[in-house]
Each structure stands twice: as C-alpha cells, then as structure tokens.
T-cell receptor
C-alpha cells in the first residue's frame, strides 16, 4: 500500500530575496531553542541558537526571533542563496536535561 | 576541527543479521545522542549518554536495540536481530554540556537498509 510520510511544508524563495521560516513550539517551559539546516545526505547542521531570556539574536545573514507569548520561533535568512536550499528544523529544550524536541521541518527551495 | 564521525556511512544487510553502528563524538564533548530519522516519523531520539552513562533510553524501540559508550570517545548502537522496519538513517550527535543549553552537533549519519 501507499506509505504516508511526513508532509514537509515548502518555502520557495527567489535568489537574493529574504526568507522567513516559522516554527511553533509546544512547551511553554522550553528555555533554549536551536535552528538546524539539513542538506540531502548530511546530518543536521547547527545554524543559530537563542535562550528564552532573549527575543532576538543575529548571526551571519541569519536572525532568530523568539516570541514566548505565542510560543513562536522564526528564522530569517537575508539575501538567500542557492546554497541555502535545505530542510530547516527548529528544536526546543526545557533546560533540565540534554534532550531536544525537533519540529517536522520546512523545506527551503531557492529559485534562480 | 573534526566533527562527529560515524561509520559505516551506508549499511545494507539481510533481516536477522546483527548491525553495529559506530560513533566518535567531538573531543571534549560529554553528552552523546543517538537518533533515527525516517520519512514517516522524522527525527527521533533513541538514547543519550552523559559522561558515558546512559541517562534516558525511553526512545529505544525495543529490546533488539542496545547502545553502549565504553569511553568518552566511542559509542555503538547495535540491532540484533535486524528487521526491515529498522531501515532508516541513524544519527549520532554530541554536545559540550549536559545542562541542555548547548547545541548538539550531528554526524552525517549511517543509512541502514535491511532487506
């Protein structure tokens, strides 16, 4: 029979435009959040993290925004490049242990 | 700097056979994690170790799965006997601290196919 897998939402962005990937997290006690990028055939790669005492953190071409009121996390990528094409995961941690809970992921497609 | 190293990168074997996956964490990291990734279930935590001690194995599917960490630089995940439904990509990750406020760094995984 036909197998049903996770349906990854897909974001299609033109090269040079900015990308915004969103994530809703589940646990209001979570106090540490990470964004990962996973390219085909590779493991998840750490991009940027943020602690719950912050609402914004910037890296190189990336910005993470945290809204604890609505339990929402976003990743902004400036001037998106073809090399940014990948699946992006958010992950949350409640701080009392090392366990991360991962979201289902968003596929980013960069068009030329 | 060397990242997390996993071997083999690919494994194809027949059901019933024993499978051993290997992981070398980043030097100095004291937490190690084993994950499984499938299209159906996404990324699932199987087990994790702090300072070589298993802390939480609640994600291990069943008794056919076992994991060991004999020292700070090596861990194995064993499946015996293997079944077709074990086919997946298995990732190992390590982090600097068990406190939960450090990112986990992943290897490139072992793609396992059980025929």
């Amino acid at each position: 029979g036909e197998s049903v897998g996770l349906h990854l939402p897909t974001l299609s962005v033109q090269e040079g435009d900015n990308s915004i990937i969103n994530c809703a997290y589940s646990n209001s006690a979570s106090d540490y959040f990470i964004w990962y990028k996973q390219e085909s055939g590779k493991g998840p790669q750490f991009i940027i993290d943020i602690r719950s005492n912050m609402d914004k953190r910037q890296g190189q071409r990336v910005t993470v925004l945290l809204n604890k009121t609505v339990k929402h996390l976003s990743l902004q990528i400036a001037a998106t490049q073809p090399g940014d094409s990948a699946v992006y995961f958010c992950a949350e941690n409640t701080g009392t242990a090392s366990k991360l809970t991962f979201g289902t992921g968003t596929r980013l497609q960069v068009t030329l | 700097d060397a990242g997390v190293i996993q071997s083999p990168r690919h494994e194809v074997t027949e059901m019933g056979q024993e499978v051993t996956l290997r992981c070398k964490p980043i030097s100095g990291h004291n937490s190690l994690f084993w994950y499984r990734q499938t299209m159906m279930r996404g990324l699932e935590l199987l087990i994790y170790f702090n300072n070589n001690v298993p802390i939480d194995d609640s994600g291990m599917p069943e008794d056919r799965f076992s994991a060991k960490m004999p020292n700070a630089s090596f861990s194995t995940l064993k499946i015996q006997p293997s079944e077709p439904r074990d086919s997946a990509v298995y990732f190992c990750a390590s982090s600097l601290s068990p406190s939960g406020n450090q990112p986990q760094h992943f290897g490139d995984g072992t793609r396992l196919s059980i025929l």
